[in-house]
């Protein structure tokens, strides 16, 4: 049973923006905090945004800190992130999970940013 399914990634320049989408089943969304996540190559996963289960508290990596947005609806089971004000340094594939990537990862979305 398919439980995160990102979408929204693609080919943007430097300094333009994006917003990621995640889906999850109801069962993860609802009982746990979310976060998104990225792997570029040759690195570690890492968390840059998470968000509480009422999406009323968020934290950030200082590398993504004033530029990226998460937030979340809860009646659709969906988590998004707005990306603003890309860096090549962002470069990389996308994923949603719970805090703490308990949940199967999905196939994550990916972003390049390059001119």
């Keep these: 049973q398919?439980?995160?399914v990102e979408s929204g990634g693609g080919l943007v320049q430097p300094g333009g923006s994006l917003r990621l989408s995640c889906a999850a089943s109801?069962?993860?969304?609802?009982?746990n905090a979310m976060g998104w996540y990225r792997q570029a190559p040759g690195k570690q996963r890492e968390l840059v945004a998470e968000i509480s289960i009422s999406g009323g508290r968020t934290n950030y990596a200082d590398s993504v800190k004033g530029r990226f947005?998460?937030?979340?609806?809860?009646a659709k089971n969906t988590v998004y992130l707005r990306m603003n004000n890309?860096?090549?340094?962002d470069t990389a594939v996308y994923y949603c999970n719970t805090v703490g990537g308990f949940a199967q990862w999905g196939q994550g979305t990916q972003v390049t940013v390059s001119s």
């Design 2 to 4: 398919v439980q995160l």
């Design 26 to 31: 109801a069962t993860i969304f609802s009982i």
């Design 69 to 74: 947005t998460i937030s979340r609806d809860n």
């Design 86 to 89: 890309l860096k090549v340094e």
